[in-house]
């Protein structure tokens, strides 16, 4: 189930990398979202350092082919729910790093096991004025088909993924109850502290392929 949780991170964070930002089609949500996950699979597929899992190259892919494409302030702030108006803007700064950072880190190792998947786009069903959608694709590969459906906003720099669904279940809804209870037992410092933690030890663990 993490190597699609991979193909999510990937459309969720990518900064322009092997493809032009000219080239990305940013006017329509699913234009934007096949043209990352194209770019990112096809990066993956034809580097052999990522196949081997070299961590600080998938971290650096990610940063660059993902990260510009999504509003992590907002994935943050959903995840925060009501205690993000308890953070002081120096702390909300910090949680939206160490949040994408642990995200970038949690599956960045995923990325080395893409080979053979495709994705499929489903018709995309919303009104031309629309602020938010819900783009919708399923993976294909060994096993049992995948669905994936991807948040995403209308900003004033084009449109960008702030939540990601994997058979059912949102993002933000899985880590919402980790930082409610984080937060109610040690305060929004201590959920600033167990994100810079944890990155630290998956920044220190050795990859497993």
Do not use: H
């Amino acid at each position: 189930m993490q190597k699609y949780f991979a193909v999510l991170l990937s459309s969720l964070f990518i900064a322009v990398g092997g493809v032009s930002a000219q080239v990305v089609d940013q006017s329509t949500p699913d234009g934007l979202i096949k043209n990352v996950v194209s770019d990112v699979m096809a990066s993956v597929k034809s580097d052999p350092e990522i196949q081997k899992g070299n961590i600080p190259r998938i971290v650096d892919l990610v940063e660059k082919k993902i990260v510009p494409y999504t509003d992590m302030r907002r994935t943050t702030e959903m995840a925060m729910g009501p205690n993000w108006k308890k953070a002081t803007p120096e702390q909300q700064a910090q949680l939206v790093s160490e949040f994408k950072n642990l995200l970038i880190r949690t599956y960045s190792g995923a990325l080395s096991q893409l080979r053979d998947q495709t994705v499929q786009f489903k018709p995309l069903r919303a009104a031309p004025d629309d602020k938010e959608v819900v783009v919708k694709t399923v993976v294909i590969g060994r096993g049992d088909p995948v669905p994936l459906d991807y948040r995403l906003e209308k900003t004033a720099n084009g449109w960008r993924v702030y939540d990601m669904n994997i058979m059912g279940v949102w993002l933000v809804e899985a880590y919402r109850n980790q930082f409610a209870n984080q937060i109610s037992q040690n305060g929004v410092e201590g959920l600033v502290k167990f994100l810079q933690d944890r990155n630290k030890q998956l920044a220190a663990a050795k990859p497993t392929n």
